[in-house]
């Protein structure tokens, strides 16, 4: 059973994508050779290529890559992820990945090169007996099911507590999705949104949104997010600088905001708030 799929850039033999089943291997670089071992080969033809670059290893549910470059770092992106990555450092071994979807950069004289792996396969545990489980969103209607940020109970005793109670149907959520737009877009590195473009934004579900607002939502969200200190506490803490940055930061590390919440009605409703 294959579980991993390598898809080869443009250049790149063979052509077409290449898969492997749990403990099998890849060998990739200039000059990938048959004697090293591995039971499949992908040659990239570039000078700033070592000759033996690299390797993949799958496994059941990841892969692993190591980087046998003596100088050049890997990178290893989430092409979904919004500039989430990993690094693998020149000679390391084994570097596990866990992304469904990857994109591995590697960097050739004055060149980034790009071939794309693929781990469909992903295993969750199975519901404890008797125990109530959050229902995923997005079912065809919608009704009576749980949020990605309400708190569950199991078979008896308090729910546990969220690491970030968000509420979707809330204006300062519409202004977190705002921000967040433009990475989720499929632009990891684009510039975040000025509060004048989010009003532009959002004025059309939100007609009374001018710049005071959103920044009203923002400075919220910052406390709310306990990226500073609320009203109540006797410590006002140091002054923020790039709180939009840290807050979008934030939302896409730990999936507060999502690319399906960009398509959600409330994106453009706007719930209570200011």
């Not at 250049?11 to 290449?18: D, I, R, S, T, Y």
């Not at 949020?147 to 979707?168: H, I, K, W």
Request: with cysteine; aromatic share 8%.
């Amino acid at each position: 059973m294959y579980t991993i799929i390598v898809v080869p850039g443009p250049g790149m033999a063979p052509c077409e994508k290449l898969r492997l089943a749990p403990g099998e291997t890849l060998r990739f670089g200039r000059e990938a050779s048959a004697s090293t071992g591995a039971q499949t080969l992908l040659t990239i033809p570039h000078d700033g290529v070592s000759r033996s670059a690299g390797e993949i290893t799958a496994t059941d549910t990841y892969w692993s890559l190591s980087n046998f470059s003596r100088a050049a770092t890997y990178a290893v992106e989430n092409p979904e992820g919004a500039g989430e990555h990993i690094k693998v450092a020149p000679r390391r071994l084994g570097a596990p990945v866990a992304f469904e979807f990857s994109r591995v950069v590697l960097p050739a004289g004055t060149d980034l090169l790009t071939f794309d792996v693929w781990a469909p396969r992903h295993d969750y545990a199975a519901p404890a007996e008797g125990a109530e489980q959050p229902e995923r969103p997005g079912g065809p209607d919608g009704a009576g099911r749980r949020g990605r940020n309400e708190p569950v109970r199991g078979r008896g005793g308090e729910p546990t507590a969220l690491a970030f109670p968000l509420d979707r149907s809330k204006r300062y959520f519409t202004v977190l999705a705002a921000l967040c737009e433009p990475r989720l877009r499929g632009e990891p590195y684009a510039p975040l949104p000025t509060v004048e473009q989010v009003v532009e934004r959002l004025r059309p579900c939100w007609p009374a949104a001018n710049r005071a607002a959103v920044q009203w939502n923002i400075d919220y969200l910052a406390v709310k997010l306990r990226l500073k200190p609320g009203p109540d506490s006797c410590e006002p803490g140091p002054r923020l600088n790039g709180k939009k940055e840290m807050l979008v930061s934030l939302a896409l590390r730990f999936d507060l905001v999502r690319e399906d919440d960009l398509a959600a009605p409330a994106f453009c409703a706007g719930g209570g708030g200011r």
